[in-house]
T-cell receptor, first 114, second 113 residues
Framework: NAGVTQTPKFRILKIGQSMTLQCTQD?????MYWYRQDPGMGLKLIYY???????DKGEVPNGYNVSRSTTEDFPLRLELAAPSQTSVYFC?????????????FGDGTRLSIL | DQQVKQNSPSLSVQEGRISILNCDYT??????FLWYKKYPAEGPTFLIS?????DKNEDGRFTVFLNKSAKHLSLHIVPSQPGDSAVYFC????????????FGDGTTLTVKP
């Protein structure tokens, strides 16, 4: 009964380093999303995917890349970490694209860039 | 331009009383509205939703009201319980938009015993 699993939970990076935030879901959901949440703010969509092999940009994609080779996994890549990317990152999935379908979220990755 | 706004960053109520959380939106293309609840160090969890063809949806202690003409919705929690203390996010989506949701900045609800 894992749902959406994100790893790692915490990470500190130096400016210019790269890393991959992992996200996997076991609900066979086609739709997956990456958000970032800055302090006191709502969730901003970074990238999303409507199925394996298909990804598209969200509201704030600059500095990030994604891939979707399987239904289960949707990793988020930071290539050159910048202080502005310090945030909490949430991965989510949903079963269909219907507007009323709730999204299921992981518990987040807290990332600090120093 | 923020399309979903929650103008009250925080709300404090007494246990047993009603909590009313408000949300305004600007995009008339939105046709579903969802509320999520978030505890510290956890991801948001879905609470309740409403379609734009309805003006009310109720689930136990939680009721969401939608006023389309005013582009306003509200979440009522009655009676409020200390365990309801959390951040509540309002989200809106359009049926033709790949399930993408636009989130408000959240309201922190504190229910005092």
């Amino acid at each position: 009964n894992a749902g959406v699993t994100q790893t790692p939970k915490f990470r500190i990076l130096k400016i210019g380093q790269s890393m991959t935030l992992q996200c996997t879901q076991d609900m066979n959901h086609n739709y997956m999303y990456w958000y970032r949440q800055d302090p006191g703010m709502g969730l901003k969509l970074i990238y999303y995917s409507v199925g394996a092999g298909i990804t598209d940009k969200g509201e704030v994609p600059n500095g990030y890349n994604v891939s979707r080779s399987t239904t289960e996994d949707f990793p988020l890549r930071l290539e050159l970490a910048a202080p502005s990317q310090t945030s909490v990152y949430f991965c989510a999935s949903s079963s269909t694209s219907g507007g009323g379908q709730p999204q299921h979220f992981g518990d987040g990755t807290r990332l600090s860039i120093l | 331009d923020q399309q979903v706004k929650q103008n009250s960053p925080s709300l404090s109520v007494q246990e047993g009383r009603i909590s009313i959380l408000n949300c305004d939106y600007t995009n008339s293309m939105f046709d579903y509205f969802l509320w999520y609840k978030k505890y510290p160090a956890e991801g948001p969890t879905f609470l309740i939703s409403i379609s734009s063809i309805k003006d009310k949806n109720e689930d136990g202690r939680f009721t969401v009201f939608l006023n389309k003409s005013a582009k306003h919705l509200s979440l009522h929690i009655v009676p409020s319980q200390p365990g309801d203390s959390a951040v509540y996010f309002c989200a809106a989506s359009a049926n033709t938009n790949a399930g993408k949701s636009t989130f408000g900045d959240g309201t922190t609800l504190t229910v005092k015993p």
